[in-house]
């Protein structure tokens, strides 16, 4: 029950930080760890910023969310 | 066998009360329907739908595999293509597609009555709407998570890709401008309203800073933070509201209002993300959210009673709110709540990219549309719980109505509307301005109708006030995070086009080529702003028609992209599902840009608009509501130029309707299947 709750909880932070387009951090932490083991992860601050800048407009002009 | 009984019984108790439902919507003449009987009446369809229609399309059609790989799994880097857990994506899909759209065509539709727009939003989303995502979030999933440009020049050719995104620029220009003026006509003369907004400015810089220096990445943290000031400057901006120097000096004209949001426009467009855009999208998009789910529990708690008829005299197209008759302009004004185009572009965003299953498609694509359409039914019945009376009051322009409450109630009551001038008057008091009358635009009547229903749960009438300029608040600060992220949008656009040309301009770091297309952009959606509020033929009654014809537009562009695929796919027989929606889209939107340019009604034709103004100015004669020559001229010239857009549109609709027949007919007679997706990979077995 409380491991239910648990994940109940972290995955609606995780529902609203994707809605702003922040990703899952730990899960990009464990993908580099697993596939690119010889690769130094971004920290969280810079990854925060990459998907900063990959959620509003850049250059391909790509609209990431209905403006109406 | 028993499993399948019980199955058909559930369902036959679902279409029974949906019948029931609309039984209820569409005969109780002369006494109110309950708001919950367009709920039950929503919930069946959609549930109908999902379950039958949706799940047909799946497997006939899209044929979903899971044995097949996704973008999100082949590509997996951890940062852009990412496989995320089936509801998770919904949310951040929902979040993405849901804007202030839908809560402003239901409004305006409601003049109508709210039996022609409940059904077109029931009706539309389930067969054109929800089609239209799911089919797009399809293609683009099987082709490594292309966006719709991109799709276009694929399956359709180049020319095709170029005029779609000319297309969509000019779109983006238009719905920048409304969205302007929906602000505008709320907070003009509302000193309350403009100081919460105001207060949002230094409440996201407060929070970008901290999300760039102190807690970089706590996105919830900041954002409840953020939430709790945003609350202390709403209640404390009613004694600004109150106070003799300040409330007179934030009470503004909308002609200054128009110019602040244009300089506003061109500041934050030019700032970086993290500082203004970032932390305003973050308030922006949980408060709607919020919004939406707190109106969705308040309303099955209070079950108001509609006071709208369900059909009014107004679909002969002699209603205040906007001009035309039902058919074509009913459906090209409830524009997003059954159908976006906008929403082509983002189910072949980002959601492609992280979608973990083949069969998640139904759910989110499908699924999606649907929560979004029943933002619309809500937004419905927001302004259909107000007394029909205050509903007119709110949304008819004051050429119409006149500037006093005596006047207004006197012309609203010899429409059949019967409302006294005290009511106005109450009205007002109520929700804490000094006057509700001709606050067009959709969102004012939306935030009375939710004030309405909310202070029923919270609060009582002492609170009405309170809800009704949080609704305000939550509508401005969503549209002032789209003019920011629409201006960046339009300027990365414009660098594109003019990079062509002039290389120098075309480079993204340059902040001479920054300065110069942003002023481009802002001087584009600004112009027809301004318009919009200056001429008095202007505002909401022409540019809503304009921005619903370019979106329906861009519904149709993607429905016929998703017919050429069919083709493609060699699925002839089940080209109907994307193709009669298509047709009918098409149908409707060449019809409304057609009237809207050649019509010899003066009320919906801009050119016979144009010509009795040079007929008069001719004469030397001033027509009121205009005071002078040279405001006559300005009418004209507006004329001419929303006359000229409506034609833009109405061109590049026919132009890709060329190419999709081409490229359809063309793979019609190749009969092998020609789609480009992406050669397939299989899953390694699982439990082998």
């Not at chain 2, 993405?96 to 759209?101: R, T, V």
């Not at chain 2, 009673?305 to 001009?323: E, H, N, R």
């Not at chain 2, 006057?435 to 009405?464: E, H």
């Not at chain 2, 060699?570 to 009918?584: G, S």
Request: proline share 4%; with cysteine.
């Amino acid at each position: 029950m409380r491991e239910l709750l648990g994940r109940f909880i972290r995955r609606t932070a995780q529902t609203l930080r994707l809605m702003v387009g922040v990703g899952d951090y730990d899960g990009y932490l464990e993908h580099v760890r697993r596939h690119h083991p010889d690769q130094e992860p971004m920290t969280r601050s810079d990854y925060f910023h990459y998907c900063q800048s990959a959620r509003y407009p850049t250059r391909d002009g790509a609209i990431k969310r209905c403006p109406c | 066998m028993l499993a399948t009984l019980r199955q058909f019984a559930l369902w036959s108790l679902v279409v029974l009360l949906a019948v029931l439902a609309f039984a209820q919507l569409a005969l109780a003449r002369g006494e109110p329907v309950s708001a919950l009987w367009l709920v039950v009446a929503a919930v069946a369809i959609y549930t109908i739908a999902y379950r039958f229609y949706a799940r047909f399309i799946a497997t006939k059609i899209m044929q979903l595999d899971d044995r097949r790989l996704t973008p999100a799994e082949r590509h997996n880097d951890g940062l852009d293509y990412v496989p995320t857990h089936k509801w998770v994506l919904f949310g951040h899909h929902f979040a993405a597609i849901a804007g202030a759209g839908p809560l402003v065509g239901p409004v305006l539709a409601a003049q109508m009555g709210y039996l022609p727009g409940t059904l077109w939003i029931l009706f539309g989303v389930v067969l054109a709407g929800a089609v239209q995502d799911a089919m797009i979030l399809f293609a683009s999933t099987r082709r490594d998570g292309r966006s719709l440009g991109e799709m276009m020049r694929l399956e359709m050719g180049n020319t095709a890709g170029l005029i779609g995104m000319t297309g969509i620029l000019a779109i983006i220009v238009i719905l920048l401008a409304v969205l302007g003026m929906v602000v505008v006509k709320a907070l003009a003369g509302s000193a309350w309203g403009l100081f919460t907004l105001l207060a949002t400015v230094p409440i996201a810089l407060l929070m970008g800073s901290y999300s760039r220096w102190v807690r970089p990445g706590r996105v919830i943290e900041v954002s409840l933070i953020g939430f709790v000031l945003l609350m202390m400057a709403l209640v404390f901006g009613n004694m600004v509201a109150q106070h003799p120097y300040w409330g007179e000096l934030l009470s503004l004209q909308p002609a200054t209002l128009a110019l602040g949001l244009i300089a506003y426009g061109f500041i934050a467009s030019v700032l970086p993300v993290w500082l203004l855009l970032a932390p305003r999208d973050y308030l922006s998009t949980f408060l709607k959210i919020g919004t939406i789910l707190a109106l969705a529990v308040a309303i099955l708690i209070v079950a108001p009673p509609l006071k709208m008829m369900a059909v009014t005299q107004f679909i002969d197209g002699s209603g205040p709110v906007f001009a035309g008759s039902l058919f074509p302009f009913l459906f090209i004004t409830i524009a997003c709540g059954s159908v976006s185009g906008f929403h082509a572009l983002v189910s072949s965003g980002t959601t492609p990219k992280m979608l973990e299953r083949e069969s998640h498609i139904p759910a989110i694509g499908y699924g999606a549309m649907l929560m979004e359409s029943f933002v619309a039914i809500m937004a419905l019945v927001a302004a259909c719980v107000l007394e029909p009376g205050v509903y007119f009051a709110l949304n008819s322009p004051a050429a119409l109505i006149g500037n006093n409450v005596e006047e207004a109630s006197r012309v609203i009551s010899s429409w059949g509307f019967a409302i006294t001038p005290e009511i106005l008057t109450q009205m007002a008091k109520d929700v804490g301005e000094s006057s509700i009358l001709s606050r067009t635009g959709g969102a004012p009547t939306f935030a009375v109708g939710m004030a309405k229903i909310l202070s029923d749960v919270i609060g009582g009438q002492a609170l009405m006030a309170f809800w009704y300029h949080f609704a305000i608040l939550f509508e401005a600060l969503f549209i002032l995070t789209t003019l920011d992220a629409g201006t960046r949008v339009c300027r990365f656009l414009i660098q594109d086009l003019l990079g062509t040309a002039i290389p120098i301009l075309g480079n993204t770091r340059s902040w001479t080529a920054n300065i110069v297309a942003t002023s481009l952009a802002v001087s584009g959606w600004g112009w027809f702003l301004y318009q919009g509020v200056t001429d008095p033929f202007g505002g909401i009654n022409s540019l809503w028609a304009l921005f619903g014809i370019a979106n329906q537009m861009l519904a149709g562009m993607a429905l016929m992209l998703a017919t050429v695929i069919l083709v493609r796919m060699q699925k002839m027989r089940y080209i109907w599902v994307t193709a009669l929606p298509a047709t009918w889209i098409l149908l409707v939107t060449l019809y409304a840009g057609w009237q809207k340019i050649f019509s010899s009604d003066v009320k919906i034709g801009f050119l016979s608009h144009a010509k009795r103004f040079s007929d008069a100015i001719s004469r030397n004669e001033i027509l009121p509501p205009t005071t002078s020559m040279a405001q006559m001229q300005q009418v004209m010239l507006n004329d001419y130029i929303d006359a000229v857009m409506a034609g833009f549109f109405v061109t590049v609709v026919v132009t890709m309707l060329f190419f999709a027949l081409r490229a359809a007919l063309r793979a019609h007679n190749n009969s092998e299947i020609s789609t480009s997706e992406s050669p397939i990979i299989w899953r390694q077995q699982e439990f082998a």
